[in-house]
């Protein structure tokens, strides 16, 4: 019995730290710790309002691109990428990442 509750236990707590994980990022601008991303609106380029996000981790502008454009069912579109990361490259050497996005209508 007690190997089938320390298990079940187990269990629990691997799914709520997947969860935690995989959360989505905060759809306000600002700084979040959980993405390690820094969110603000600039001007484009056509003089319409967008959303420029700066992220360290891998993932981290893509989570805060869909967590921002909440009200779009978190569709978006790209207007610039910069040394978007990917697992496993070197930071140092690329840099900070950005993107610049406008939410879908």
């Given at each position: 019995?007690?190997?089938?509750?320390?298990?079940?236990?187990?269990l629990?707590?691997?799914?709520?730290?997947?969860?935690?994980?995989?959360g989505?990022?905060?759809?306000?601008?600002?700084?979040?710790?959980?993405?390690?991303?820094?969110?603000?609106?600039v001007?484009?380029?056509?003089?319409?309002?967008?959303?420029?996000?700066?992220?360290q981790?891998?993932?981290?502008c893509?989570?805060?691109?869909?967590?921002?454009?909440?009200k779009?069912?978190?569709?978006?579109?790209?207007?610039?990428?910069?040394n978007?990361?990917?697992?496993?490259?070197?930071?140092?050497?690329?840099?900070?990442?950005?993107?610049?996005?406008?939410?879908?209508?």
């Open positions: 019995m007690t190997l089938r509750s320390t298990v079940r236990w187990m629990g707590v691997g799914i709520a730290g997947l969860l935690a994980a995989c989505v990022g905060k759809g306000t601008l600002g700084s979040d710790p959980a993405t390690e991303s820094q969110a603000s609106t001007t484009w380029s056509d003089g319409r309002p967008a959303l420029a996000i700066s992220c981790t891998p993932g981290g893509q989570s805060r691109a869909v967590a921002l454009c909440g779009t069912s978190g569709d978006y579109t790209v207007l610039k990428m910069e978007m990361p990917t697992r496993g490259d070197m930071s140092e050497v690329r840099g900070p990442a950005s993107v610049v996005i406008r939410c879908s209508n």
